[in-house]
């Protein structure tokens, strides 16, 4: 089993920034790709970015590319997401998942999900 937590969700103005923090616990070294998704209100869940735990590659999709950046420290078993030059569109609950055989976009492959950090972006 891998638990997952998300943290560092709040409330920022359009322009701005903020770094979510998946904490993760557990049997870590089964799950090979990590990934960050998000829910907007009305809204299916959606991919945003990935990274593979064994060698650090990463994935965006394109409405985040540029913008958000997924990197991880091992030392403290955490994946972040660094999120810049936020606009309202990316109002939504953000999660963190992990995958033990699947690498890719879709949420319904992910083994494991933290249960949500809201990110609100609103002037």
């Known amino acids: 089993q891998v638990q997952l937590v998300e943290s560092g969700g709040g409330l920022v103005r359009p322009g701005g920034s903020l770094r979510l923090s998946c904490a993760a616990s557990g049997r870590t070294f089964s799950s090979n790709t990590m990934g960050w998704f998000r829910q907007a209100p009305g809204k299916e869940r959606a991919f945003v970015a990935t990274m593979r735990w064994s060698d650090g590659s990463t994935y965006y999709a394109d409405s985040v590319k540029g913008r958000f950046t997924i990197s991880r420290d091992n030392a403290k078993n955490t994946v972040y997401l660094q999120m810049n030059s936020l606009t309202p569109e990316d109002t939504a609950v953000y999660y963190c998942?992990?995958?033990?055989?699947?690498?890719?976009?879709?949420?319904?492959?992910?083994?494991?999900w933290g249960q949500g950090t809201q990110v609100t972006v609103s002037s």
């Open positions: 998942a992990a995958s033990t055989y699947y690498s890719g976009t879709t949420y319904s492959r992910y083994d494991y």
